[in-house]
């Protein structure tokens, strides 16, 4: 029996729902992989806002769909593997939440799991300027061995589409997990 590898794909209020689509996008093309969504309700307003998507729409891109106040979920335990979790995009407030082990809901819990078990977990922030606060917890979440991956486009790629831009990162991130990324975007080859 082949058993699919796991990885938790988590929205949060903070701008950039894109990011978080093109994920699942992604891994509805791997049959190696199984996706598990968690939005938050600020997550839920962007997504309408941005993408003018519904939570059912983007739950059909999804494996499993779980709830944010569902703290009994699957992914609310360690004993349930995963690869780990990417939040994207992560508002300010889950990152402090997961910087303070504040586990009040699923994306905060479900990181503190993926952190405590030594998983991966890959975390999007968005925001500009940064406050110290802001910058206080990402290095929080650094030294517990969480990587930063801001969505900072490089323009030495010459993407000309803001979705060859998201393409890039989405595909650079999900290539730390060792998802298969061909196509997404080139990487560097020298000048
Ligand atoms: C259109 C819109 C864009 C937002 N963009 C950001 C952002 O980029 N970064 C951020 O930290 N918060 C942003 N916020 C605020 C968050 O949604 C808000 O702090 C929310 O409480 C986050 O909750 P959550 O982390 O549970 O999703 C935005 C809100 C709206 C309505």
Known sequence: MSVKKRLIISMTGATGAIYGVRM????QTQ??????????SAGLVNLKHE??????ELSELA????????IAATIASGGFK????IIAPCSMKTLAAVAHGFGDNLISRGADVVLKERRRLVVMPRETPLHLVHIRNMAIVTEMGGIMFPPM???????????????ETVG??????????IGLYTPWEGL
């Open 24 to 27: 699942l996008q992604v891994l």
């Open 31 to 40: 049959s190696e992989w199984e996706s598990h969504l968690v939005i938050s």
């Open 51 to 56: 993408l003018n998507m519904t939570r059912d």
């Open 63 to 70: 494996d499993f769909t779980h709830g944010i106040n569902d």
């Open 82 to 85: 995963t690869e780990g979790m």
């Open 153 to 167: 486009p490089a323009f030495y790629s010459k993407n000309n589409s803001i979705s060859a831009m998201v393409d």
């Open 172 to 181: 650079r991130i999900l290539d730390m997990f060792d998802v298969d990324v």
